[in-house]
């Protein structure tokens, strides 16, 4: 004969359920938090050696505050907050933070408002296009070290990429607000605007240098200043190419606005004046055609700049880089350097070729900068570039 439970025997099972469940939900939970925590700090251990790709060397180059153009007039706040709408100062210290809240646009417009010649200081923005940290990081300190007042560092990362160096460190709050980045896709050039419209804001600019973080000087920092502000024109690569790879790329969609014949190739990483950086980042119309018309097998990394220089101002450009790449392996990517091929012939082979013109005359420097390098290289490269080229002690 069945026994049916009674209304307190129901309850009582219900009450132990849910208990159950709740205590099986709290366990969970837990497990899953400890095991997140323990998984990003294995990882930032392993993918982010902080002491590796930011030593404490030396000091950060200082900018006196009426060099930055400020985003607003109005008067400065006692407390420094990320949110607010400037390139931000802190007299405390004499740093500048790079860090704003300006949308892209807001940036631009900024950007494009501020003087194309400017009397006075004259540094060299280095702006650096990088998915994180700077593996060769130990070797672009001992570059710097010693020439501040000279330079300024501008850092776009990923957006994930949050770690920040000690005060010491000429990479302390040189980060720009950057976006995710694509290759071949319209966010790289989104990604060297940026950068741009960041270092126009520092007046005292005056030559503006893309690099990777695969790329290392070839000279020392004294002979690399005077060889770009004595220059007189941008070093942007730009030049006709016949083949499949060049005008093969060409999309007739995109005339009457260019043409086959203004359709132009060219490296990525420019050297350029600051008359040219603001054309550049003053630019609407191309790169709308651009980013409308401009899909793989088109890149725009190759093909807009090149293209918007002949279209817009020709002269100011000597049609090559300065930044040297080994294409000799015929692949769709330059050859990586690892640490076996470091030696002091290899970098003197790089560093002087004959048959090189600089303003007008014959000279054996034809490339001031070179990628890509593995970070596998830093150890001899420290062995080697310190006394070959000549940095400070």
């Not at 405390?92 to 646009?105: A, E, K, Q, R």
């Not at 672009?140 to 007042?149: D, V």
């Not at 606005?257 to 603001?278: C, H, M, N």
């Amino acid at each position: 004969m069945l026994v049916k439970p009674n209304a307190k025997q129901w309850i009582n099972e219900g009450y132990i359920h849910i208990a159950s469940t709740i205590t099986i939900c709290v366990v969970m939970s837990v497990s899953v938090f400890v095991l997140g925590t323990f998984v990003t700090n294995h990882y930032r251990r392993i993918v982010i050696p902080h002491d590796l790709y930011f030593p404490r060397l030396t000091a950060i180059t200082q900018t006196k505050e009426s060099s930055v153009y400020l985003c607003h007039e109005t008067s400065r706040p006692s407390l420094i907050s990320p949110s607010l709408d400037v390139v931000e100062f802190t007299n405390s210290t004499g740093f500048v933070d790079l860090w704003h809240s300006m949308s892209d646009d807001e940036l631009m417009e900024k950007a494009t408002n501020v003087p194309r010649v400017v009397e006075g200081p004259q540094k060299v923005a280095f702006m650096f296009l990088t998915r994180g940290s700077l593996p060769l990081g130990l070797l672009w300190e001992r570059f710097f070290k010693g020439q501040e007042g000279l330079f300024s560092i501008y850092l776009h990362t990923s957006p994930d990429f949050n770690y920040e160096p000690s005060n010491s460190s000429v990479f302390y709050k040189r980060r720009i607000p950057s976006k995710h980045v694509q290759w071949g896709k319209p966010s790289m050039i989104d990604a060297e605007r940026r950068l741009l419209a960041n270092a126009l804001l520092d007046f005292s600019n005056q030559r503006f240098i893309l690099l990777s973080e695969t790329c290392i000087p070839l000279f020392n920092f004294t002979t690399i200043y005077n060889y770009l502000i004595n220059a007189n024109q941008s070093f942007l690569s730009s030049f006709d190419d016949p083949r499949k790879i060049g005008r093969g790329r060409y999309n007739k969609r995109m005339g009457p606005t260019i043409t086959l014949q203004d359709w132009r190739k060219g490296s990525q990483w420019f050297e350029i004046t600051r008359e040219l950086a603001v054309e550049i980042i003053s630019d609407k119309l191309y790169y709308q055609v651009f980013q409308n018309n401009c899909w793989p097998p088109c890149y725009m990394d190759e093909h807009y700049l090149p293209t918007l220089v002949n279209k817009v101002r020709p002269n100011l450009t000597t049609n090559r880089t300065i930044t040297w790449t080994d294409w000799s392996g015929g692949r769709s990517h330059p050859t990586t350097f690892r640490k076996i091929d470091i030696t002091e012939a290899f970098l003197n082979r790089v560093r002087y070729e004959p048959g090189c013109t600089y303003n007008g005359g014959n000279s054996s420097i034809c490339f001031l900068f070179a990628r890509k390098f593995h970070p596998s290289t830093l150890e001899p490269l420290l062995k080697i570039v310190p006394g070959l080229f000549g940095f400070n002690p």
